[in-house]
């Protein structure tokens, strides 16, 4: 599973408070995805990065920040929770030589 | 903008049906497919994926998927299923170049022992 953690698994948390999911992979991959997937909508692209302290926006960025200060760590911020955020988050690698994308095991995350 | 159709919302077969998912993409240029499964509960795992060469693609736990570039169709099958696919399916493209896949909307397979 190209070695990729997240943490944490499961988090319960009250609207307006901020919340940090964190991915970890341990085969220093370029490439790093935050993805969240609900009922209905399949996967859709919160942020990207292409490198240490690069990154850029995908299709539902609002109300997400992330940041990577190495490349092992790829963090998501919800800076105020809303139940809207309510969902399953998966973090994904890009493989160099394949262009494949490896999943992380996901954070299930319910906003109250 | 690329995008990726999968016809088959809901699929409900019995065990030693066989399967065929739909998998449409829009782009016209050199594009790299994929299939990916997600157990109940689980993560997206890779199944196939079609780079170039031999169109039919074989992948793990029996499943096959042909690519016809004339339809822009990458669809998936399985002769034989079994109640352990039980799974959605999801189907992923990629524009030569890019590095952000596109993903369908997923397939939901229920197999009844």
């Known amino acids: 599973d190209a070695g990729i953690t997240q943490s944490p698994r499961h988090k319960v948390t009250e609207t307006g408070t901020p919340v940090t999911l964190r991915c970890h992979q341990t085969?220093?991959?370029?490439?790093m995805y935050w993805y969240r997937q609900d009922p209905g909508h399949g996967l859709r692209l919160i942020h990207y990065?292409?490198?240490?302290?690069?990154?850029d926006k995908g299709e539902v960025s609002d109300g997400y920040s992330v940041s990577r200060s190495k490349t092992e760590d790829f963090l998501l911020t919800l800076e105020s929770a809303t139940s809207s955020q309510t969902s399953v988050y998966f973090c994904?690698?890009?493989?160099?030589?394949?262009?494949?994308?490896?999943f992380g095991p996901g954070t299930r995350l319910t906003v109250l | 903008a690329q995008s990726v159709s999968q016809h088959n919302h809901h699929v409900i077969l019995s065990e030693a049906a066989s399967l065929e998912l739909g998998c449409n993409y829009s782009?016209?240029?050199?594009?790299?497919l994929f299939w990916y499964v997600q157990y109940p509960g689980q993560h997206l795992q890779l199944l196939l994926k079609?780079?170039?060469?031999?169109?039919l693609v074989k992948g793990i736990k029996g499943f096959e998927a042909e690519f016809i570039k004339s339809k822009f169709s990458f669809n998936l099958r399985k002769p034989s299923v079994q109640w352990s696919d039980t799974a959605e399916y999801f189907c992923?493209?990629?524009?030569?170049?890019?590095?952000?896949?596109?993903f369908g909307r997923g397939t939901s397979l229920i197999v009844h022992p």
């Open positions: 085969e220093n991959h370029r490439y």
């Open positions: 990065s292409y490198g240490v302290k690069d990154t």
């Open positions: 994904a690698i890009r493989t160099g030589g394949t262009d494949t994308q490896y």
């Open positions: 782009y016209g240029g050199t594009v790299n």
């Open positions: 992923a493209a990629l524009s030569g170049g890019s590095y952000i896949p596109t």
């Open positions: 079609y780079f170039s060469g031999d169109p």
